[in-house]
Nanobody, 117 residues
């Protein structure tokens, strides 16, 4: 059974850092890519970052230089290190599995990130 479980969200002050985790089960990370998405109230969901099955990474422009995606294949977990956070990063963050058919087929329940002083 495929499952994705996010953790690590919380309340942080502007300029602070958080590390999100996405624990995967039911498949191997070296066979599938993972994307991190976020959705803020009243806004469309956007893909923040992704890592392919080969370990290649990609970031949306607004987080380049601040966020880093990585993975631990042995732990079957993907991480999103978020530094220098600002209020515009406030959102519900999700991870999802890349089906390989230009779509994401399994999603986690999300973890809330709130950046506020």
């Amino acid at each position: 059974q495929v499952q994705l479980v996010e953790s690590g969200g919380g309340l942080v002050q502007p300029g602070g850092s958080l590390r999100l985790s996405c624990a995967a089960s039911g498949f191997r990370l070296d066979n599938y890519g993972i994307g991190w998405f976020r959705q803020a109230p009243g806004k469309e969901r956007e893909r923040v970052s992704c890592i392919t099955s080969d370990g290649n990474t990609n970031y949306t422009e607004s987080v380049k230089g601040r966020f880093t995606i990585s993975r631990d294949v042995a732990r079957n977990t993907v991480y999103l290190q978020m530094n220098n956070l600002n209020p515009e990063d406030t959102a519900l963050y999700y991870c999802a599995r890349d089906s390989g058919l230009q779509a994401y087929d399994y999603w986690g329940q999300g973890t809330q990130v709130t950046v506020s002083s």
